[in-house]
């Protein structure tokens, strides 16, 4: 794997996120933490932004493939192409889909080492000549074609395309993995009375709408590096609407 550099464009804060693409990282919290970097990357370019997160969101929430055949492709093309910061995001998501340790594990190593099933064998070697942009045989597409659809057959092209770009995109910027958050932070804005506080302490995690004086939660999740300012805020609130769920105390109770 790559080791971790100085970004050659460092990802955006929160704050100074479009409203649209901070929208789209509140409406897909189901896909879990680690996007932070990934979504202030692309927010140097919020047209495409918006774009290529539409795609993604198609290809997780919309698609044909099933979570468990997506999740083998994505973590295979991130293998091959030595992008760590996107295998280790999709960990948890391939868990969700059913795949166990050991054979997340093995979507990173020779496929010998492990015994897929036929299906997972094709699929998985047709990221491998997909990552490498090389031609798909036709003993392997056949092979494809008795377990997938043609409309299945058409989104594992595109997905393992878009796993490639990101990847390669990521990789050459030498965008840093996410820290794990520490803390869920939970708002109740009809209970805030526009005091700005927490805005004043966290402008990364929390913007006031002119127009009301309530204050909006920009990221739910926060990463490790905001812990310190997000208590601060939940302290200074003086209706009491921010709630914090401090994971490390859950762990350790």
């Known amino acids: 794997m790559t080791t971790t ?17 901070r929208s789209l990282l509140a409406d897909s919290r189901q896909d879990g933490p680690g996007r932070e970097n990934l979504f202030g990357t692309l927010a140097h370019h919020p047209v495409l932004a918006h774009a290529w997160l539409s795609l993604a969101r198609v290809l997780t929430h919309e698609g ?55 299906e997972d064998r094709a699929l998985l070697e047709a990221a491998d000549l997909l990552a490498a942009n090389s031609p798909i045989p036709g003993g392997l597409w056949d092979r ?15 997905l393992a395309g878009q796993t490639a770009t990101m990847c390669t ?28 506080q927490c805005v004043d302490v966290a402008p990364e995690m929390f913007e006031q709408d002119a127009s009301d004086g309530r204050v909006t939660l920009l990221v739910p999740d926060p990463d490790a590096r905001y812990a310190d300012e997000v208590r601060f805020a939940a302290d200074l609130c003086p209706s009491g609407a921010i709630t914090l769920v401090d994971h490390e105390e859950t762990a350790h109770s």
């Open 144 to 158: 494809l074609a008795r377990c997938l659809t043609p409309e299945q057959l058409v989104e594992l092209l595109v």
């Open 5 to 21: 550099r100085t970004p050659r464009i460092p990802p955006l804060p929160p704050a100074q996120w479009p409203p649209v693409l």
């Open 169 to 196: 995109t990521l990789n050459t910027l030498r965008t840093p993995s996410d820290r794990q958050p520490s803390l869920t932070v939970l708002l109740e804005r009809d209970r805030c009375r526009g005091a700005g």
């Open 64 to 118: 044909t493939l099933g979570h468990r055949r997506r999740e083998l492709i994505v973590l295979r093309v991130a293998h091959r192409l030595d992008a760590p910061y996107v295998h280790g995001r999709h960990r948890v998501p391939a868990e969700e889909a059913g795949l166990t340790g050991g054979e997340i594990d093995a979507t990173a190593a020779d496929l010998a080492v492990h015994p897929w099933q036929p």
